[in-house]
């Protein structure tokens, strides 16, 4: 699980066994932030419609954009303004295009997943030093 800025930039970086939930893995990937600043706003997909998530989220100061599934049954609770920014969630899917470029990320040799990570964080260096640079 990645969290990435307006410009693809990647602001945190998580790794996780495939069975959980990504609504479980929020709180662990802010935690795991790359900078000590929290994001003013988390845009996800559908995946992320959670009313638990979202009031968690908005007591530490960070409103969840997410449009709500079809199969809702409570009341929703986002409008059609705020889902505007939703349009812009292909940036985070840019970020794990730039991410697919190295080799050992995609194929995985990895076994232990601190290796994986530390892979995956090399990645996100390189990748921040070219949007720097």
């Known amino acids: ?58 007591e530490q100061g960070i409103e969840m954009i997410a449009p709500h599934r079809r199969n809702r049954k409570k009341k929703k609770t986002q409008d059609g303004r705020k889902l505007r920014r939703y349009k812009r969630r292909w940036n985070i899917e840019r970020l794990f295009a730039w991410l697919q470029n190295f080799r050992r990320l995609v194929v995985r040799y990895e076994y232990k997943d601190e290796n994986f990570l530390g892979m995956a964080q090399l990645g996100c260096i390189i990748i921040l030093l070219r949007k720097c640079l």
């Open 1 to 58: 699980m990645a969290f990435s800025d307006g410009s693809s930039v990647p602001l945190a970086l998580h790794t996780q066994s495939a069975s959980p939930h990504e609504v479980s893995l929020v709180e662990q990937t802010l935690a795991s932030g790359f900078l000590k600043e929290k994001p003013e706003r988390l845009i996800g997909d559908k995946a992320y419609d959670s009313d638990p998530l979202d009031e968690t989220l908005k």
